[in-house]
């Protein structure tokens, strides 16, 4: 029974406090009654951080070794949550009477009647302001332009590596991947030219959006990876040297002109510095340059292409440095790297730090004038390195290469290959939801912008023993959120 009494007794004095509340919208400044505003389930979660990612809050479904075209998109995906707008700030005076009541012993009233009625004033019906744009200072434009290194990844040479595009985006909760990247094979002459079937739903993708980018890797020669003779290889580039394949990139560039994507990103001969593929630049390095030239200048005379050519050796000095490889400034439009997590044992500062490593492709940029770019890049010989991939991540937000693809399949990836659940972890957190925004052009007001008036933080949680009290809209609106009456007096009277 005297929990019951109880019970009345503080809805009459929340009923009490409401009523008086509604009547310091007319009364003096007040003390000992909080405003708070109720914290909104809507907001948006917080950004995890570039450089120190940490994971995001639900737990992470690592994707099947293989994703063929039309599987269903892996588990955790999130959806984007829209922003909402913020509440209006609370005016000065916000609860004067029942502060004023609570300092000079006065109980708040039992019943809503005992208010009399001269001091409720009969509530106007307000809409809330809808603010105008400050006077005199003219229209903003915004211009789009890249605020986040550009990403992708390879997820397959043909049409299925277009068709697992949204699905990793919708993993990475509707970031944006604006780079697709294949790969023409390096058996036949036939491939290289760009057979038919093989680039179209390539072309395709790209042509949906503008700011889209198509990178290709073009071999140099066929039977690529045949495993042919140093003897053999220096042949071959000196007959590209001399123009014996001239026609082959000919017919490559005419067709990706025809498919409308003439401003493709093409990179030539990559891994150069190796000794995997025919195209290597080792047994004769001279005649390889030639080469390169040949074939971009037999490119960019194709009519109404735009290409960019990507130089793009192994990170490190491999078989041979790969500044000997070099074509020169008047071919190569990007300084590339491909970068993986290897060899065994060898930590990321000394990725960056080691000959021709990453610190010498970033400054061997700078002083030719050429963007960087890593077409390869993910995980290898140090297995789920999460370090790595946090690093790697960190590395390309600081100095912002024209693009970046990772190798999604094993031992290099993250979403088709599950061998790697905690650098996968950490590209998901890092990438989530990430996009390019607008940035507002400068422009000179032509009057002084009025002074902003200062708003109120973010909405803490409702304190300890502090009960919310239902006043409505119209008066919450001017309180500036929900009335918070503490009765943790009343718990303590027995």
């Not at 479904?61 to 509440?87: I, L």
């Amino acid at each position: 029974m005297a929990a019951e009494q109880r019970r009345t007794r503080v809805r009459r004095l929340a009923v009490g406090a409401a009523a008086v509340a509604l009547a310091t919208l007319a009364c003096g400044p007040a003390r000992g009654v909080e405003a708070v505003r109720a914290a909104d389930p809507r907001a948006p979660a917080p950004t995890p951080p570039v450089a120190v990612p940490t994971a995001p809050a639900a737990a992470v479904q690592t994707p099947a070794t293989t994703a063929p075209a039309g599987a269903t998109v892996p588990a955790g995906a999130q959806a984007a949550v829209p922003a909402v707008p913020a509440v209006p700030a609370a005016p000065a005076a916000t609860a004067a009477g029942v502060a004023q009541a609570t300092a000079q012993g006065v109980p708040p009233a039992a019943e809503p009647s005992a208010v009399p009625p001269a001091a409720v004033p009969a509530a106007p019906v307000l809409t809330p302001p809808v603010p105008a744009p400050p006077v005199g200072v003219a229209a903003v434009p915004t211009v789009p332009p890249v605020q986040v290194p550009a990403f992708g990844a390879f997820l397959a040479s043909d049409s299925r590596g277009v068709a697992r595009m949204p699905q990793l985006s919708r993993w990475l909760g509707g970031a944006e991947l604006r780079v697709g990247h294949t790969y023409l094979p390096g058996e036949h002459w036939s491939d290289i030219e760009g057979a038919p079937g093989f680039l179209e739903a390539w072309a395709r993708w790209r042509n949906e959006r503008p700011d889209r980018m198509l990178v290709l890797n073009v071999p140099l020669q066929e039977r690529n990876e045949a495993g042919v003779s140093d003897d053999e290889v220096r042949r071959l580039l000196r007959q590209g040297a001399a123009g014996e394949f001239d026609h082959h990139f000919r017919a490559l560039a005419e067709r990706l002109v025809q498919l409308k994507a003439e401003d493709t990103v093409l990179v030539l001969g990559w891994e150069m510095n190796g000794t995997t593929y025919t195209h290597r630049c080792g047994p004769d390095p001279e005649s390889w340059k030639k080469y390169w030239n040949r074939i971009v200048t037999t490119m960019r005379s194709v009519p109404g292409q735009k290409f960019r050519f990507d130089f793009a050796p192994n990170r490190g000095r491999d078989a041979v440095p790969w500044t000997e490889c070099y074509p020169g400034d008047d071919t190569v439009d990007i300084m590339g790297m491909d970068s993986y997590d290897q060899p065994s044992g060898i930590s990321f500062d000394e990725q960056i730090k080691e000959p021709y490593g990453l610190q010498a492709q970033v400054d061997f940029a700078k002083a030719h004038g050429k963007p960087i770019s890593y077409p390869e890049w993910g995980l290898f010989r140090n297995g789920d390195n999460a370090e790595y991939m946090r690093r790697m991540l960190a590395w390309m937000d600081e100095h912002k290469p024209l693009y970046n693809t990772l190798t999604d399949y094993c031992p290099h990836g993250v979403w088709q290959c599950s061998a790697n659940p905690r650098a996968s972890q950490v590209y998901r957190s890092v990438l989530f939801g990430r996009a390019d925004e607008p940035t507002p052009a400068p422009t000179e007001p032509q009057t002084p912008a009025p002074t902003p008036q200062p708003t109120a933080p973010a909405a803490p949680a409702s304190p300890k023993d502090c009960s919310p009290v239902d006043l409505g809209s119209w008066a919450e609106y001017w309180l500036g959120g929900k009335l918070c009456v503490r009765f943790d007096w009343w718990s303590q009277d027995g």
